[in-house]
């Protein structure tokens, strides 16, 4: 059983940044994939960033050059550093983990088993 808590969303202006935190429990966190996805109003929840267990990083495409996206195995987190947000960020951002062999790909929200209860990120002027 793993138990995620994301910190670090707030309100923020156009072209601010914002850090977002996934505390992990668990001894094992070191052999999860990790993603990060997020879900607007009247939206279906989207995929944003990965990190998988070997180090592997993906984004979708909406997010690169601004968003970076890291773990630090030691402290069982992993974080989302937001740069030059935009309106169209605004959303709940959740973090999800897993550690089952799947065939699903990382920006498969279906492949997590385990999700945070999300943080709002609200960017306006």
């Known amino acids: 059983q793993v138990k995620l808590v994301e910190t670090g969303g707030g309100l923020v202006q156009p072209g601010g940044s914002l850090r977002l935190s996934c505390a992990a429990s668990?001894?094992?966190?070191?052999?999860?994939?990790m993603g990060w996805f997020r879900q607007a109003p009247g939206k279906e929840r989207e995929f944003v960033a990965a990190?998988?267990?070997?180090?592997?990083?993906y984004y979708t495409d909406s997010v690169k050059g601004r968003f970076t996206i890291s773990r630090d195995n030691a402290k069982n987190t992993v974080y989302l550093q937001m740069n030059s947000l935009k309106p169209e960020d605004t959303a709940i951002y959740y973090c999800?983990?897993?550690?089952?062999?799947?065939?699903?790909?990382?920006?498969?929200?279906?492949?997590?088993?385990?999700w945070g209860q999300g943080t709002q990120v609200t960017v306006s002027s």
């Open positions: 668990g001894r094992t966190f070191s052999s999860y994939d």
């Open positions: 999800a983990a897993d550690s089952s062999p799947s065939r699903l790909g990382v920006s498969a929200a279906s492949r997590y088993g385990y």
């Open positions: 990190v998988s267990w070997p180090g592997y990083i």
